[in-house]
T-cell receptor, first 116, second 119 residues
Framework: AQKITQTQPGMFVQEKEAVTLDCTYD???????LFWYKQPSSGEMIFLIY??????QNATEGRYSLNFQKARKSANLVISASQLGDSAMYFC?????????????FGGGTRLMVKP | GAVVSQHPSRVICKSGTSVKIECRSL??????MFWYRQFPKQSLMLMAT?????????EQGVEKDKFLINHASLTLSTLTVTSAHPEDSSFYIC???????????????FGEGSWLTVV
């Protein structure tokens, strides 16, 4: 079974509107971390936001927030007030366990396109 | 600013030659670094885990003799693609975990990535 699933291969959003990128995960480990990365066409991976499995509150970083639904095993990324520069690939990733060596498992990615 | 630096960002080499890619953690020590490969329009696939002072751990299907990994210091890991062939052309990217507690403590940062083209 896929450990990280991103069901939206591509999405359009109007500039200045909010958009939600879906991510569901599968793990039996009670300790895990969830990450979102942005990958522009240049290829670099830009860290956006992190959510730990024991965190009580949803993570927020500027215009990025993570809608963490632990029971549903979902960790959707919400981008508010979309900007043209937000157009990129977005990857959800998971790190399992305390001593997993920090290996990340990635979802297939979602290509976000912001329309002017 | 960048906390993990990767070099070179782009390299073109001839088939049969070897090419080395460096991954450096800036201002922090990384006992473990990871190397990923990404084919066009696909997600990142873990190739190997680089451990400082010991042998790298390779994922299934990754040739150890082809992709040599050396983690000689706490701030540097290198990936050498030996006897490169056109099918090795890809985007290679490394990552390292920023140590410590707090907001940055669980963050895994990536290098800028390296585009390899074998001609």
């Amino acid at each position: 079974a896929q450990k990280i699933t991103q069901t939206q291969p591509g999405m359009f959003v109007q500039e200045k509107e909010a958009v939600t990128l879906d991510c569901t995960y599968d793990t039996s480990d009670p300790s895990y971390g969830l990450f979102w990365y942005k990958q522009p066409s240049s290829g670099e991976m830009i860290f956006l936001i992190y959510q730990g499995s024991y965190d009580q509150q949803n993570a927020t970083e500027g215009r990025y927030s993570l809608n963490f639904q632990k029971a549903r095993k979902s960790a959707n990324l919400v981008i508010s007030a979309s900007q043209l520069g937000d157009s990129a690939m977005y990857f959800c990733a998971m790190r399992e366990g305390q001593n997993a060596g920090n290996m990340l498992t990635f979802g297939g990615g979602t290509r976000l396109m912001v329309k002017p | 600013g960048a906390v993990v630096s990767q070099h070179p960002s782009r390299v073109i080499c001839k088939s049969g030659t070897s090419v080395k890619i460096e991954c450096r953690s800036l201002d922090f020590q990384a006992t473990t670094m990871f190397w990923y490969r990404q084919f066009p329009k696909q997600s990142l696939m873990l190739m190997a885990t680089s451990n400082e002072g010991s042998k790298a751990t390779y994922e299934q299907g990754v040739e150890k003799d082809k992709f040599l990994i050396n983690h000689a210091s706490l701030t540097l890991s290198t990936l050498t693609v030996t006897s490169a062939h056109p099918e090795d052309s890809s985007f290679y990217i490394c990552s390292a975990r920023y140590p410590g507690q707090g907001r940055g403590g669980n963050t895994i940062y990536f290098g800028e990535g390296s585009w390899l083209t074998v001609v």
